[in-house]
């Protein structure tokens, strides 16, 4: 059973940078898709940025190109999302999400199987 769990997150100022991890448990690192998604209060998840442990190919949701890097650490089993340039509209949960895969996959939250419980960003203007 895989286990996620995120960290990292906390209060910036706008144009200030955060970095979230993602811890994971019981899995293989060459073999899984992960990804980052966002939760604004009241609306609905979305994708922000994946990663294909196996090639380590990337894929952004287009708001975030540019100001968030998502990177692997396989010998820490730990993912992680530098985001700089931080704007007010990025406030959200922020949630680790994991899938058994042999190939890159997008921002969809129905191809992800595990999900961390998620960590807190707030970004004040």
């Known amino acids: 059973q895989v286990q996620l769990v995120e960290s990292g997150g906390g209060s910036v100022q706008a144009g200030g940078s955060l970095r979230l991890s993602c811890a994971a448990f019981g899995y293989t690192p060459s073999s899984y898709c992960m990804g980052w998604f966002h939760q604004a209060p009241g609306k609905e998840r979305e994708g922000v940025a994946a990663?294909?442990?196996?090639?380590?190919?990337?894929y952004y949701a287009d708001s975030v190109k540019g100001r968030f890097t998502i990177s692997q650490d396989n010998t820490k089993n730990t993912l992680y999302l530098q985001m700089n340039s931080l704007k007010s509209e990025d406030t959200a949960m922020y949630y680790c999400a994991a899938a058994y895969c042999s190939s890159q996959r997008g921002l969809s939250i129905w191809q992800y199987d595990y999900w961390g419980q998620g960590t807190q960003v707030t970004v004040s203007s």
């Open positions: 990663i294909y442990t196996g090639s380590g190919s990337t």
